[in-house]
């Protein structure tokens, strides 16, 4: 790799009781790259990205983003540095708007005297700026900005979601199996959203037990096994049957794999 990753960790640990579900585990996201991770269940991947997204602290290890340490203490203090999440349970407020959702906990204010929380909610600026996200990455099948999430079908929900961190994420987007509950049709725009947040320059790291759809989209694929990183291939090299093989410990990847 000529590049410095963009994201990178070593040495994470994450122990819980007597689980380690995490053991010694290394990552590197390169730069403008879609980097799935993939593992069997109970792996230790949603522990990684909880870990890289400020979610969970691990016990030991670094993390640098750009060359720089840093140690997430809340999901919060990522989303300050430009990570931004899409976890497995979406994080929405089903009875509140799209805008609203887009916004929860960063709501743009009217300007005012008063203390930042006790100022007005901007909601022009705030359903402006939500329609534009939307447009920008082709879901303007939603009609009305302040259509309650509720009332959404699933994918406009995953929509919504990724727009949300594709809109804020301005370094790091992480997607959390953003097809698991979808049909054909939803998943496919979620794949095109994702491609779509890669042609802005913005990193993707995509978790996900689905084989077509990595092997579809990532530029490399990270195989997490037994808490830490087995191997990194890429697409083009491997079948899917060698993914799942390696994944399962059917197969042990060369030395020259676990470099890549
Ligand atoms: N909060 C927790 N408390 C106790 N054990 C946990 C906790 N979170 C994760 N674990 C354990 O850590 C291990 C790794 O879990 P993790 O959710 O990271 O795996 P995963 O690869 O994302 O799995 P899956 O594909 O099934 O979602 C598992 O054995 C899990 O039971």
């Given at each position: 790799?000529?590049?410095e990753?963009l994201?990178k ?23 403008g ?51 931004e ?5 979406l994080?929405?407020?089903?009875a509140?708007?799209i ?26 600026a ?28 699933g ?27 979808l ?11 994702i ?22 989209v ?9 808490g ?7 697409p083009?090299?491997?079948?899917m ?20």
């Open positions: 790799m000529s590049q990753p994201l960790a070593r040495g994470l640990y994450k122990r819980y009781g007597k689980v380690t579900a995490l053991n010694n585990c290394d990552f590197d996201l390169m730069p790259e879609i980097l799935a991770v993939i593992g069997d269940n109970g792996a230790g991947k949603s522990s990684l990205i909880k870990a890289l997204s400020g979610a969970v602290q691990p016990d030991e290890g670094e993390i640098t983003l750009e060359g720089r340490r840093v140690q997430f203490s809340s999901p919060l203090e990522a989303r300050g540095e430009g990570i999440c899409v976890y497995q349970t994080a929405m407020s089903p509140l708007s805008a609203d959702n887009m916004f929860m906990g960063r709501e743009l204010r009217k300007p005012g005297i008063m203390g930042k929380w006790f100022r007005q909610l901007d909601r022009p705030m359903e402006k700026f939500a329609r534009e996200k939307l447009s920008e990455l082709g879901l303007m099948t939603i009609q009305n900005i302040n259509q309650a999430v509720e009332t959404l079908s994918g406009q929900r995953q929509g919504v979601a990724v727009a949300r961190a594709a809109a804020f994420g301005s370094k790091v987007v992480i997607l959390d199996e953003p097809t698991a509950a049909g054909v049709k939803e998943s496919r725009r979620v794949l095109e959203l491609r779509d947040v890669r042609a802005r320059g913005i990193p993707i790291i995509l978790i996900s037990h689905n084989m077509p759809h990595v092997f579809e990532a530029d490399r694929i990270h195989i997490h096994r037994l830490s990183r087995l191997c990194v291939i890429r083009q090299d491997y079948s049957s060698d993914a799942v093989a390696f994944m399962t410990g059917a197969k042990v990847p060369e030395a020259a794999e676990v470099a890549a």
